[in-house]
DNA sequence: GACCTTAGTTTGCGACTTAAAATTAGCCTA
DNA sequence: TAGGCTAATTTTAAGTCGCAAACTAAGGTC
């Protein structure tokens, strides 16, 4: 069912989506450089572009001059075309961002939010995204799509049913909460939130230009996204990168997921601390989570015990990127999360050794360990990326609507 | 540089390609069968596979008498029309297999290898390939290509690198080799053996109609395939799926490959049988590995320690399993390699139970665990499916030869 | 102002798929 | 043995598409 060209009509709707993402990527561009970029012909750029243009998609900006010879007119991606709402559902919070089709923030909310009914968050969601678009003053029509990023695993089928055990959702079938709990059809595209963020690293963040990437995500939980050939990998059920609960020392620590040894529990925020904790035989001070764990990485240059928790810590966390590496082969690990970019500022020599030797040689050699530039407030706009996502890949095609597509 | 569809020719090569693989895998099928499942119109159907029956690619193969109507005349492809050669290259000797285009097996060739330079080793190779094509008297030039599966890491590149530490490759272009070994000027595929076995298992075995599969494989060492989205995964530079040398144990046993607690050195043969002999205190009778696991196998009725290293074994096996499930979300786990096979044939229960210990609820649930088909002599068959591949995704186009196209 | 250079457009054409009409190819009935 | 009927292929007549080539636009140089 997959490879399914047919007409020629599928030809130009094809063309249409290279030239615009290559335009939203890479652009301003001439149609000079895009018919260059794309290998197509200059009639045919003219063409497609023209069509873009009368559609809106695309606009004109400004020309730039040749030493000699007619300047070339640049073309962009039109940021007022559309607009999209990213949602970030945090266990503790959602929150709410409005962008114009450039991704530029035009708006956002914050909402706290205490343990409740699926049925109550999404109406809280619902809510905010008419909130959010109410005011920013942007017309309702405009928005294109709202995305959804939540806490937990995905399974896309006819609609997106959530797991997410950390706010006791189990099978909740979000899209459809949200579509009853708000008057407007706007798409909805619901995402695992690790998922999101790490396409948010890959277009606008250290994942740019790369083809193959593991984005590994460190905070509380333990999660990955895998790019495989320019795409969030999903496997069959849309549940793949559950990298944390991957069995690192078999046997050992146990994990709130239920089995023993999984990385999350040694190299998870909660598994840090508890294993400083237990080597240090008492309490810790008070506090957030994300405080102490930046406390614990302070206090490893006058604590030994600190020193020797964190230097494990990098070491387990060797091991679990070498499995990402064995397995996937990719060309760059972005580390990211808060606890992977505190870990990965102080220790990443030391995890970059630990890769080194948990990892084969040859695909060691190819990869690139960065850390992330994003930090976890990218969910949003990773979730904003879906439907601009969608809109990319059918290319705003006039005559097919598209309800639902999966993104690129 | 990937999705470059343009002129209205790539088309109708994408058309072609889609009839052959369809006929390929599902055939033999009437026009009208294949109008259907294809979605293109009985027209064209008819106009592009006349093309194909004029290439001699596909022939009639006799016809289905509806009631009451003109009879459906179905088609196949033509086993004839071109020939394929598999080549296995083991530790311990190398296998060449010649094939019809139905993957029929015309001819066969072993050869023991003693441990040689890759350029004997290529020349081999090369001689074997010509005697294999000769003793089966098929014309040089019905040949299509050549697989060859090797025990090692391939890298793809402009020429496909081989690292096989075990037999003491390093950085070999073995494609170079063996072409100036030979006099015809065949393609080469040169591909790591665990994929083309992997391969083998999708095309004509146990992953049949999935997606997503993957293909552990168990013996000597430990590999695995990785199929998503129905094409072999393979990474940057193709060495993706190095499973066995996934950490499952921090800090365990040291594995031949220099790291501490790989799987392989839990799973693989020697891992088995070292632990084992390390639980009984004494050394084992001598005897080549798989008889010896066969042995120790079917002692577990009698002997407790045999039977408690089968159990861990199982654990461990689960434990690994259960990392390829959560981290690809496959629909289907084919469980292969003589290792595998012999130890999924006595504790498959223990295996799928340890799996579903350590793996995430979900992702487990959409998981069906079989075990392989095809036995380790599958390598061959997979070798020779690459060139077969690269016929159907390219859909022999006479205009274009393509000298080298990634398999599908 | 004549002439060169480079960017973008138009035009004419060959290739492609499709829907609809026309043609087979068997089977059945009288 | 001739109609008649049904259903699979083929043919025919559009309608699209991308491309090469010819053409126009816009800016320099001398």
Known sequence: MAPKR????????QNRSTLLSTLFFDGPLSRYELSRRSGLSAATVSNVTGELVDDGLVVEAGSVDSDGGRPRVLLRVNPAFGHVVGVDVGETGIKVELFDLSLTQLAAFDRPLSPSSPTAVASLIAAAVRDVVDSAGVPASTVLGVGIGVPGTVEQGTTAVVHAPTIGWDGVRLEELVASASESAWPLYVENGAKTQGQAEMWFGAGRGARHVVIALIGSGVGAAVVTDGGVYRGATSSAGEWGHTTIVYGGRPCRCGALGCLEAYVGAEGILDRYRKARGR???AGDEQSTVAALIDSASR?????????????????????????FNPERIVLGGWAGLALGSHQLDRIVAATRAHALRHPYEQISIELGRLGPDAVAVGAATLPVAALLDRAADPRKPAPRVDIA
């Open 6 to 13: 047919t007409t020629v009509r599928d030809l130009r709707r």
């Open 303 to 327: 604590s030994k015990t600190a020193a020797r928790v964190l230097e494990e810590t990098a070491g387990y966390l060797g091991a679990g990127i070498a499995n990402l590496v064995n397995l």
């Open 283 to 285: 309490e810790l001070a």
